[in-house]
Protein backbone atom coordinates (compact mmCIF):
# COMPACT_ATOMS: atom_id res chain seq x y z
CA UNK A 1 0.00 0.00 0.00
CA UNK A 2 1.53 3.16 -0.88
CA UNK A 3 2.36 5.61 1.84
CA UNK A 4 3.77 9.48 1.62
CA UNK A 5 5.09 10.63 4.90
CA UNK A 6 6.22 14.57 5.09
CA UNK A 7 9.52 15.73 7.56
CA UNK A 8 11.01 18.81 7.97
CA UNK A 9 11.59 21.77 10.68
CA UNK A 10 7.82 22.79 11.92
CA UNK A 11 9.83 26.60 12.22
CA UNK A 12 11.35 28.39 9.47
CA UNK A 13 12.91 32.45 10.32
CA UNK A 14 11.62 34.90 7.94
CA UNK A 15 13.72 34.79 4.59
CA UNK A 16 15.04 31.61 5.12
CA UNK A 17 14.52 28.63 2.99
CA UNK A 18 12.05 25.86 3.90
CA UNK A 19 13.27 22.27 3.07
CA UNK A 20 10.69 19.26 3.31
CA UNK A 21 10.95 15.78 2.23
CA UNK A 22 8.82 13.16 1.54
CA UNK A 23 9.51 9.93 1.94
CA UNK A 24 7.26 6.93 -0.07
CA UNK A 25 6.77 3.89 0.35
CA UNK A 26 4.57 1.23 -0.98
CA UNK A 27 6.02 2.22 -4.99
CA UNK A 28 8.50 3.89 -6.96
CA UNK A 29 8.71 7.36 -7.56
CA UNK A 30 9.98 6.81 -10.79
CA UNK A 31 6.97 5.09 -12.47
CA UNK A 32 5.49 6.33 -15.20
CA UNK A 33 2.22 7.62 -15.51
CA UNK A 34 2.41 9.61 -12.53
CA UNK A 35 3.27 13.28 -10.99
CA UNK A 36 4.52 13.98 -7.31
CA UNK A 37 4.62 17.03 -6.03
CA UNK A 38 2.88 19.68 -3.30
CA UNK A 39 -0.09 21.36 -2.15
CA UNK A 40 -0.64 23.66 0.84
CA UNK A 41 -2.88 24.95 3.33
CA UNK A 42 -2.59 27.81 5.42
CA UNK A 43 -4.29 27.54 9.05
CA UNK A 44 -8.27 27.90 8.31
CA UNK A 45 -7.80 28.38 5.01
CA UNK A 46 -8.23 26.64 1.22
CA UNK A 47 -6.10 24.10 -0.30
CA UNK A 48 -3.47 25.80 -2.79
CA UNK A 49 -1.47 23.85 -5.22
CA UNK A 50 2.55 24.09 -5.18
CA UNK A 51 3.78 22.06 -7.93
CA UNK A 52 3.50 18.89 -10.10
CA UNK A 53 6.68 16.98 -10.98
CA UNK A 54 7.44 14.28 -13.15
CA UNK A 55 10.17 11.73 -12.21
CA UNK A 56 11.63 12.49 -16.04
CA UNK A 57 12.11 16.11 -15.49
CA UNK A 58 8.87 17.81 -16.56
CA UNK A 59 7.54 20.17 -14.05
CA UNK A 60 5.07 22.69 -13.30
CA UNK A 61 4.93 25.32 -11.14
CA UNK A 62 1.96 27.60 -9.14
CA UNK A 63 2.21 31.19 -11.17
CA UNK A 64 2.76 32.72 -7.77
CA UNK A 65 5.69 30.93 -6.32
CA UNK A 66 7.59 29.83 -9.37
CA UNK A 67 10.14 32.26 -9.10
CA UNK A 68 10.89 30.84 -5.14
CA UNK A 69 10.18 26.88 -5.19
CA UNK A 70 11.22 23.66 -6.60
CA UNK A 71 11.15 19.90 -5.97
CA UNK A 72 13.77 17.28 -6.63
CA UNK A 73 14.04 13.49 -6.28
CA UNK A 74 15.86 11.08 -4.89
CA UNK A 75 15.86 7.65 -6.28
CA UNK A 76 18.02 5.84 -4.19
CA UNK A 77 16.27 7.03 -1.23
CA UNK A 78 12.44 7.05 -3.10
CA UNK A 79 12.23 10.73 -2.01
CA UNK A 80 11.46 13.83 -2.99
CA UNK A 81 12.05 17.19 -1.57
CA UNK A 82 10.44 20.80 -2.12
CA UNK A 83 12.37 24.27 -0.95
CA UNK A 84 10.94 27.16 -0.98
CA UNK A 85 12.88 30.35 -0.76
CA UNK A 86 12.96 33.76 0.79
CA UNK A 87 9.51 32.58 3.01
CA UNK A 88 7.41 35.10 4.71
CA UNK A 89 4.30 34.46 7.22
CA UNK A 90 2.28 33.72 4.53
CA UNK A 91 3.87 30.83 3.59
CA UNK A 92 2.81 29.32 7.03
CA UNK A 93 0.54 26.42 6.53
CA UNK A 94 0.73 22.39 6.42
CA UNK A 95 2.10 21.11 3.60
CA UNK A 96 0.81 17.71 1.54
CA UNK A 97 2.58 15.78 -0.31
CA UNK A 98 1.35 13.73 -2.97
CA UNK A 99 0.77 12.03 -6.01
CA UNK A 100 -1.28 12.58 -8.90
CA UNK A 101 -2.23 9.58 -12.10
CA UNK A 102 -2.32 11.05 -15.37
CA UNK A 103 -5.84 12.32 -15.95
CA UNK A 104 -7.20 11.61 -12.78
CA UNK A 105 -7.31 13.64 -9.72
CA UNK A 106 -4.82 13.53 -6.40
CA UNK A 107 -5.24 9.66 -5.04
CA UNK A 108 -2.32 9.40 -2.54
CA UNK A 109 -1.59 12.17 0.07
CA UNK A 110 0.80 12.16 2.52
CA UNK A 111 -0.67 13.11 6.66
CA UNK A 112 1.28 16.64 6.44
CA UNK A 113 3.08 18.73 8.11
CA UNK A 114 2.41 22.64 9.69
CA UNK A 115 5.69 24.58 8.93
CA UNK A 116 5.53 27.88 10.80
CA UNK A 117 7.49 31.13 9.54
CA UNK A 118 8.28 33.20 12.46
CA UNK A 119 11.19 34.51 14.01
CA UNK B 1 -4.70 30.75 -14.33
CA UNK B 2 -7.75 29.17 -14.30
CA UNK B 3 -9.77 30.22 -11.80
CA UNK B 4 -12.20 27.84 -10.09
CA UNK B 5 -15.23 29.63 -7.82
CA UNK B 6 -17.03 27.38 -5.74
CA UNK B 7 -20.51 28.45 -3.56
CA UNK B 8 -21.90 28.22 -1.41
CA UNK B 9 -19.09 28.76 1.05
CA UNK B 10 -21.02 27.04 3.82
CA UNK B 11 -23.97 25.15 3.69
CA UNK B 12 -25.97 24.23 6.54
CA UNK B 13 -27.78 20.88 6.11
CA UNK B 14 -29.24 18.24 7.77
CA UNK B 15 -29.28 14.39 7.51
CA UNK B 16 -30.70 12.67 5.05
CA UNK B 17 -31.23 16.00 2.79
CA UNK B 18 -29.90 16.55 -0.62
CA UNK B 19 -27.04 18.94 -1.12
CA UNK B 20 -25.68 20.63 -4.19
CA UNK B 21 -22.35 22.29 -4.20
CA UNK B 22 -21.21 24.22 -7.52
CA UNK B 23 -18.07 24.90 -8.83
CA UNK B 24 -17.65 27.66 -11.74
CA UNK B 25 -14.11 27.91 -14.27
CA UNK B 26 -13.35 30.83 -15.83
CA UNK B 27 -13.11 29.01 -18.77
CA UNK B 28 -13.88 25.93 -20.45
CA UNK B 29 -12.64 23.21 -18.48
CA UNK B 30 -12.79 18.88 -19.41
CA UNK B 31 -10.82 17.89 -16.12
CA UNK B 32 -12.27 18.35 -12.44
CA UNK B 33 -12.24 16.57 -9.51
CA UNK B 34 -14.23 16.70 -6.10
CA UNK B 35 -12.21 16.24 -2.76
CA UNK B 36 -13.74 15.60 0.51
CA UNK B 37 -11.48 17.00 3.89
CA UNK B 38 -12.12 16.64 7.56
CA UNK B 39 -10.50 18.64 10.15
CA UNK B 40 -6.72 17.37 10.17
CA UNK B 41 -6.96 15.28 7.65
CA UNK B 42 -5.72 15.07 4.02
CA UNK B 43 -8.39 15.68 1.94
CA UNK B 44 -9.71 12.22 -0.27
CA UNK B 45 -10.53 11.81 -3.62
CA UNK B 46 -14.52 11.38 -4.19
CA UNK B 47 -14.61 11.80 -8.30
CA UNK B 48 -11.88 12.27 -10.79
CA UNK B 49 -12.89 13.31 -14.59
CA UNK B 50 -15.93 15.31 -13.93
CA UNK B 51 -17.95 11.98 -12.98
CA UNK B 52 -15.63 9.29 -12.28
CA UNK B 53 -16.59 8.04 -8.51
CA UNK B 54 -13.13 6.62 -6.81
CA UNK B 55 -13.13 2.88 -5.64
CA UNK B 56 -14.69 2.70 -2.12
CA UNK B 57 -16.48 5.75 -2.43
CA UNK B 58 -20.07 6.13 -1.69
CA UNK B 59 -22.52 6.41 -4.57
CA UNK B 60 -24.63 8.83 -2.74
CA UNK B 61 -22.04 10.84 -4.26
CA UNK B 62 -22.35 11.93 -8.19
CA UNK B 63 -20.68 15.07 -9.88
CA UNK B 64 -21.86 16.71 -13.81
CA UNK B 65 -21.60 19.32 -15.40
CA UNK B 66 -19.51 20.68 -18.42
CA UNK B 67 -17.78 23.35 -19.56
CA UNK B 68 -17.37 26.24 -17.04
CA UNK B 69 -20.12 24.85 -14.44
CA UNK B 70 -20.23 21.49 -12.47
CA UNK B 71 -21.44 20.24 -9.64
CA UNK B 72 -21.25 17.88 -6.76
CA UNK B 73 -24.45 16.27 -5.17
CA UNK B 74 -24.98 13.98 -2.73
CA UNK B 75 -28.29 12.20 -2.63
CA UNK B 76 -29.24 11.85 0.78
CA UNK B 77 -26.06 13.43 3.32
CA UNK B 78 -25.24 11.63 6.29
CA UNK B 79 -23.44 12.29 9.57
CA UNK B 80 -20.12 11.56 8.18
CA UNK B 81 -20.40 13.63 5.14
CA UNK B 82 -20.10 17.03 7.06
CA UNK B 83 -16.92 18.34 5.72
CA UNK B 84 -15.43 20.87 3.77
CA UNK B 85 -15.55 20.01 -0.05
CA UNK B 86 -13.34 21.16 -3.05
CA UNK B 87 -12.98 21.08 -6.45
CA UNK B 88 -10.23 21.05 -8.47
CA UNK B 89 -9.21 21.42 -12.52
CA UNK B 90 -6.40 19.71 -13.91
CA UNK B 91 -7.18 20.75 -17.11
CA UNK B 92 -4.58 22.73 -17.92
CA UNK B 93 -1.14 23.80 -15.45
CA UNK B 94 -0.90 25.39 -12.83
CA UNK B 95 -3.67 23.32 -11.60
CA UNK B 96 -6.51 25.26 -9.60
CA UNK B 97 -8.49 25.06 -6.35
CA UNK B 98 -11.71 26.04 -5.47
CA UNK B 99 -12.13 28.12 -2.36
CA UNK B 100 -14.35 25.02 -0.31
CA UNK B 101 -17.70 24.46 0.58
CA UNK B 102 -18.32 23.59 4.51
CA UNK B 103 -21.20 21.23 5.13
CA UNK B 104 -22.34 22.12 8.12
Known amino acids: QLQLQESGPGLVKPWETLSLTCTVSGASISIGGYTWGWIRQPPGKGLEWIDSCYYNGNAYYNSALKSRVSTSFDTSTNQLSLKLTSVTAADTAVYYC???????????WGQGILVTVSS | DVQMTQSPSILSASVEDRVTITCRASQSINWLAWYQQKPGKAPKLLISKVSSLESGVSSRFSGSGSGTEFTLTISSLQPDDFATYYCKQYHTYPLTFGGGTKVE
Open chain 1, 98 to 108: ARRKDYSGIEH
